[in-house]
């Protein structure tokens, strides 16, 4: 990247990114969402998730595509008929897939995804508020898009036929980032509302 002065594009204030991989933080003094790439810093369209309890810690950043994921080859070792149909029921029709964007190893990220996934959270859409502390993102659309294949393969992976063989396509549309509320939780986050 190149070095640019950091101002927010809404407000001009400093920005001070504490991970030099960010791709999206917000301004601490307009709360505007802002987004930084190769081309230039802008504002990004945020979707506010109504939380589950009253006080939290932060917002996270999660990617949320509309997609389908098409599963042209699936070869497992074990014969487990259940664990075919609950694989064709998941994929067989279009779902919303989501990858986390704030900074985390990419198996935990893919293990969340999954969960995420497979519980097809809707996400009640609040107002934005006037203050508000954004985890940083340091996920582009374009990695998300990668890291699904991941999340894909860990979600069938996980199934107890033994998988073998794995090919599939994603077709997705272009991501929502959405911030979510969570609760520090050890050195990491719980999203609020959770995963039942
Ligand atoms: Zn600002």
Redo the contacts with the bound molecule.
Sequence with gaps: MKLLALR?P????ALKPQNPEVVVLG?G????A?SLSDTGLDTIALQFAAPAVETFDAWLPLWVFNGRVNITNRQTQGRNKEAQQHSEQLWGYPRRLYVPAWELPTETASQLGGDLVQHQPTFQRTSQPDTFSLVEAVITPDDALKLLEFVVLNVEAARKDWLKELQFSIEAAKPQLWAIPALQAGSGWQMQPALK
């Design positions: 927010c809404s407000c001009a204030q301004c003094n307009c709360s505007t802002v």
